[in-house]
T-cell receptor
Framework: ETGVTQTPRHLVMGMTNKKSLKCEQH?????MYWYKQSAKKPLELMFV???????ENNSVPSRFSPECPNSSHLFLHLHTLQPEDSALYLC?????????FGPGTRLTVL | AQSVTQPDIHITVSEGASLELRCNYS??????LFWYVQSPGQGLQLLLK??????LVQGIKGFEAEFKRSQSSFNLRKPSVHWSDAAEYFC??????????????FGKGTHLIIQP
């Protein structure tokens, strides 16, 4: 499925930096999601947006701040991250039941 | 709370041989079950899904999976693997009621290695 794009694909940042991840879906879906994929751990759901409203925050630290300005765009704003936040961040979208994933942003926190 | 167990971290199969990847789930109601595949450096691609009806579902790339409620399982199968099937495979369970958005719970994945 090529309908979900994520930029940048790779990001290296220091612990004091502020950066943002962007996700865009071209599928006309109403719901969007952020997941974190760390080595040797299952994918972890971070946030869910349904019709631009945040419906789930899965106990994510406040240094991760999501934003969903419309049903097609989703951002993840990052600030004062820790090295353990290094991971692949995946965005997904869905209309009713099936989620389609983007390629992910590989984040490295130094 | 729902959970997914993929008991095999790594599986090695010879090219042309059959494949079965195991998945067990824990969920109190009727689950919505998925298999995704992830190639290195890529996102997750949907292979197949089960919501209701026929318990044997067909997916892309020649994969199929069978839902067995009595065993709480949703194993993925392929009769003959190709070298291009080498990837990470994830089983996931979701819970929707009437179309509301909800997140998926994933297993830890099974890394499939194909021997020539």
């Amino acid at each position: 499925e090529t309908g979900v794009t994520q930029t940048p694909r790779h990001l290296v940042m220091g612990m004091t930096n502020k950066k943002s991840l962007k996700c865009e879906q071209h599928l006309g879906h109403n719901a969007m999601y952020w997941y974190k994929q760390s080595a040797k751990k299952p994918l972890e759901l971070m946030f869910v947006y349904n019709f631009k409203e945040q419906t789930e925050n899965n106990s994510v630290p406040s240094r991760f701040s999501p934003e969903c300005p419309n049903s097609s765009h989703l951002f993840l704003h990052l600030h004062t991250l820790q090295p353990e936040d290094s991971a692949l961040y995946l965005c997904a979208s869905s209309q009713i039941d099936t989620q389609y994933f983007g390629p992910g942003t590989r984040l490295t926190v130094l | 709370a729902q959970s997914v167990t993929q008991p095999d971290i790594h599986i090695t199969v010879s090219e042309g041989a059959s494949l079965e990847l195991r998945c067990n789930y824990s969920y109190g109601a009727t689950p919505y079950l998925f298999w995704y595949v992830q190639s290195p450096g890529q996102g997750l691609q949907l292979l197949l899904k089960y919501f209701s009806g026929d318990t044997l579902v067909q997916g892309i790339k020649g994969f199929e999976a069978e839902f067995k409620r009595s065993q709480s399982s949703f194993n993925l199968r392929k009769p003959s693997v190709h070298w291009s099937d080498a990837a990470e495979y994830f089983c996931a369970v979701g819970a929707w009621a009437g179309g509301g958005a909800d997140g998926l719970t994933f297993g830890k994945g099974t890394h499939l290695i194909i021997q020539p």
